[in-house]
């Protein structure tokens, strides 16, 4: 995973373990604490999943609630995720 913050890492490494994930709980399990919609660390995970979609790593699911692992036809075109 070259090019990627050490967010987007781990947030792609959670979502590999459970798929479906919403941006509050990505956020609670990276910072290992309950986190508030309106605190940094949210607004810091958000950012994160906002940039991991336009590479097109992620896909939103039900308008912004949930993120998973893009499908495979749709993550042809993005970089590749190594280690």
């Known amino acids: 995973m070259g090019g990627l913050s050490k967010n987007q890492k781990k947030i792609m490494e959670l979502l590999q373990i459970?798929?479906?994930?919403?941006?509050?709980e990505i956020a609670e399990l990276i910072f290992g604490r309950l986190v508030s919609y309106k605190s940094k660390e949210y607004a810091s995970v958000h950012r994160s999943l906002l940039s991991l979609e336009r590479l097109g790593y992620i896909q939103r699911?039900?308008?912004?609630?949930?993120w998973r692992l893009a499908t495979k036809?749709?993550?042809?075109g993005a970089p590749k995720i190594t280690e």
């Open 18 to 24: 459970k798929p479906d994930m919403t941006t509050k």
């Open 73 to 76: 036809k749709k993550a042809e």
């Open 61 to 66: 699911v039900q308008v912004q609630l949930r």
